[in-house]
């Protein structure tokens, strides 16, 4: 009997706990939005587009893929994105990074890469850079192979005799851009430690974001080889023109 009593007890409590805890719990449906104001505005009127062309057969691909980026463009949000880590709404930066070792002392391998003059011809797709002043230059390259070549300005905004360069790109380029070469002396007295970081925001929001993702190891790849070919032939001649410090 008193084992009965003990046990309706126990029952009793674990019952009004579990009506206290219910009383506080309520199910909330959270929305998260990653897809930024035009990319919504795009993707509602492709998806209008979509819908219309295909009503009178709404089983076709077209005609769901309309509906997605209807739900897309009206809700902001978006499951590819939520995948892949992407959150259209906020600017995001893509980063190309290396590290190269360079067989000369920093100073020299500053002075070399800070007269801008000396580049064209140890960079392979870089054919030109006009020297304006002694920060702003106009920079000529290869896009693409041959097939096509790209014109910006750029400004050197920060510059550490010995140590740094740092500029950002000022009129002229579809990617707007920011960079720095940093020169330190390598692990053992060796030579040159230079890290080389490139900076952009890619365009059309989410989309342009994932695309980058995608091929940032491309351009790794690239600026791989174009520092290697600069190692290989700063290196392998006495530099004739360097900036005076």
Avoid at 98 to 120: C, H, S, T
Avoid at 208 to 215: A, E, N
């Amino acid at each position: 009997m008193e084992g009965q009593l003990k046990l309706d007890n126990r029952m009793e409590t674990l019952e009004n706990n579990l009506t206290y805890h219910s009383g506080n719990f309520s199910i909330e449906q959270h929305h998260y939005e990653n897809v930024g104001f035009n990319e919504r505005l795009v993707s509602m009127l492709l998806g209008g587009v979509l819908i219309g062309s295909s009503l009178k057969n709404p089983f076709k691909s077209r005609f769901l893929y309309g509906v997605y980026l209807s739900y897309r463009g009206i809700t902001g949000h978006c499951l590819f994105y939520d995948y892949l880590g992407i959150d259209g709404k906020k600017p995001q930066a893509i980063n190309i990074r290396g590290e190269f070792e360079i067989d000369l002392p920093p100073g020299e391998v500053y002075a070399y890469w800070r007269n801008l003059k000396n580049l064209p011809g140890t960079i392979s797709r870089l054919l030109q850079v006009d020297v304006v002043d002694e920060n702003l230059s106009t920079w000529k390259a290869k896009v693409l192979g041959n097939l096509f070549a790209v014109k910006w300005d750029a400004e050197i905004v920060k510059d550490e005799p010995g140590r740094l360069v740092g500029w950002k790109s000022a009129s002229g380029p579809l990617l707007h851009h920011v960079g720095r070469v940093e020169f330190e002396e390598a692990p053992g007295g060796t030579g040159t430690l230079m890290k080389v970081v490139l900076s952009y925001r890619p365009l059309i929001g989410g989309v342009g974001v994932g695309l980058s993702k995608m091929i940032n190891p491309y351009f790794e790849h690239l600026l791989k080889k174009e520092i290697k070919n600069f190692k290989y032939k700063i290196e392998h001649k006495t530099p004739v023109n360097t900036y005076r410090y």
